[in-house]
């Protein structure tokens, strides 16, 4: 059981907009930043979104990554089939001292 | 370029033991901390260990605690994860990555699959 909890999966047709979400606890994303990684089939995963927001070079600006509280979203819009993927949240736990990452979403654009 | 190549990965059996590397180039090595995370084969990421640029600050798993120890040679551009006594459990591909302070991991190597199986 992961520390982070995300949905096992979200689907959307291409083109349109999907959000991921991932909930935790005043000890992890309450007061930690949180990033967000895309993990393609067969290869390493990708940073997508760093410090709950900002985007690393190259990362297009379909992607998004906002924080509330104890939670975070991840927004990906005009959706296209190679954005078919994995996608895991990740942060710092200050109580368990530890990275911790959300159980992984699959998304699927139909 | 950045560039993060792990090896030593192979087939143990359990209670054994086994070493993995992680060459790095492209950037200065000694500045940045590094990570190990591993994925078991149709699952979900799970942190191992960290070890700061100047080995001061590790951090492990309790998975692995006791059982893991995570070491660098700055001088030979390298992280390594020595492993012991390792169970079933422990298969998994095994990242090497560089962390991108203060929580973001911005290079993962290829992986390098540890198979724990009598």
């Known amino acids: 059981q992961s520390v982070l909890t995300q949905p096992p999966s979200v689907s959307a047709a291409p083109g349109q907009k999907v959000t991921i979400s991932c909930s935790g606890s005043?000890?992890?994303?309450?007061?930690?930043?949180i990033s967000w990684y895309q993990q393609l089939p067969g290869t390493a995963p990708k940073l997508l979104i760093y410090?709950?927001?900002k985007r690393p070079s190259g990362i297009p600006d379909r992607f998004s990554g906002s924080k509330s509280g104890t939670s975070a979203t991840l927004g990906i819009t005009g959706l296209q089939t190679g954005d078919e993927a994995d996608y895991y949240c990740e942060t710092w736990d200050s109580s368990l001292s530890a990275w911790v990452f959300g159980g992984g979403t699959k998304l699927t654009v139909l | 370029e950045v560039q993060l190549v792990e090896s030593g990965g192979g087939l143990v059996k359990p209670g054994g033991s086994l070493r993995l590397s992680c060459a790095a180039s492209?950037?200065?090595?000694?500045?940045?901390?590094m990570n190990w995370v591993r994925q078991t084969p149709g699952k979900g990421l799970e942190w191992v260990a960290s070890?700061?640029?100047?080995?001061?600050?590790?951090y492990y798993a309790d998975s692995v605690k006791g059982r893991f120890t995570v070491s660098r040679d700055n001088a030979k551009n390298s992280l390594y994860l020595q492993m012991n006594s390792l169970r079933v459990e422990d298969t998994a591909v095994y990242y090497c990555?560089?962390?991108?302070?203060?929580?973001?991991?911005?290079?993962w190597g290829q992986g390098s699959l540890v198979t724990v199986s009598s």
């Open positions: 990555a560089r962390i991108l302070p203060p929580a973001a991991i911005d290079y």
């Open positions: 492209g950037f200065i090595f000694s500045n940045y901390n």
């Open positions: 070890l700061s640029g100047s080995s001061t600050n590790i």
């Open positions: 410090d709950n927001s």
């Open positions: 005043s000890s992890n994303i309450g007061n930690n930043y």
